[in-house]
């Protein structure tokens, strides 16, 4: 039962909207940003940098904060510009199935964030502009869409 499909949890969200709104299926992804819900795949963004921003602040337990590492306390990268961001390593990985770990999938969605999010400590804080930032891109991505 851990291991519900992505899939699964997408229909439902689908079905709860649709029945939340009196939508026809064909328009559900309007009313997903008229309520302000996250699809499936930004909503597993949204959990994965919100492990990060607790990793960053500390606040993460001690296997977590082991899977990844800075730019700044890697060996050999002292003289990249770099190193004064807050920006994580990704590890290679040889298959797309090792992008799917956290420890690549973390640092890769920290990565792509504005920097103005890093620099957020206060968790209810982060949690509502990094909502809005996955709003925004949402949008912008749909409005170019046919």
């Not at 492990?51 to 060996?75: E, N, Q, R, W």
Request: hydrophobic share 40%; aromatic share 12%.
């Amino acid at each position: 039962m851990a291991f519900i499909k992505a899939t699964y949890v997408h229909q439902h969200l689908h079905v709860l909207t649709y029945l939340l709104t009196y939508l026809l299926r064909d328009h559900v992804k309007p009313a997903l940003k008229q309520l302000h819900w996250l699809p499936v795949e930004e909503r597993i963004i949204y959990k994965l940098c919100l492990f990060m921003h607790y990793i960053h602040i500390g606040l993460a337990p001690k296997y977590l904060s082991d899977c990844v590492s800075t730019v700044s306390v890697a060996s050999g990268r002292y003289r990249l510009r770099s190193t004064g961001s807050e920006v994580y390593i990704l590890p290679r990985t040889r298959t797309r199935f090792g992008e799917r770990g956290f420890f690549y999938s973390g640092p890769a969605g920290w990565n792509t964030l504005p920097s103005v999010l890093h620099d957020i400590t206060d968790t209810s804080t982060f949690r509502k502009r990094l909502k809005n930032v996955l709003l925004i891109v949402l949008l912008t991505d749909s409005a170019g869409a046919p």
